[in-house]
């Protein structure tokens, strides 16, 4: 069993910056490709960022690319989500996932390939 508990969320103006933390359990973090979703009312939840294991790799929505960096910390079973620039159109309940370790170990970006889930994180950017 994986829980996740995400923070750092909060009302920012425009142009701001915001960190997102998720503290993740489980002896196996360092196998989990994570990530970053949101959902804004009344819309589908997105893939905001993603993460494999090592951090070797990542992958960015466009509307988030070059602002938008995401990292981890597998000796302290920490992801991140360091956002610059902040515009409105960022407003969302961010979540953080895990994939549980699922083979092959690899970049995921469809929420169903995620198998748990945190609580998710307010973020608002007033204009």
Same mark, same amino acid.
């Given at each position: ?46 893939? =905001? ?75 608002? =950017?007033?204009?």
């Amino acid at each position: 069993q994986v829980q996740l508990v995400e923070s750092g969320g909060g009302l920012v103006q425009a142009g701001g910056s915001l960190r997102l933390s998720c503290t993740a359990s489980g002896r196996r973090f360092s196998s989990y490709t994570m990530g970053w979703f949101r959902q804004a009312p009344g819309k589908e939840r997105d893939v =905001v960022a993603a993460i494999t294991w090592s951090g070797a790799n990542t992958y960015y929505a466009d509307s988030v690319k070059g602002r938008f960096t995401i990292s981890r910390d597998n000796a302290n079973n920490m992801v991140y989500l360091q956002m610059n620039r902040l515009k409105p159109e960022d407003t969302a309940v961010y979540y953080c996932a895990a994939d549980g370790g699922t083979l092959p170990p690899r970049l995921r970006v469809r929420s169903r390939d995620y198998n748990y889930w945190g609580q998710g994180t307010q973020v608002t =950017v007033s204009s």
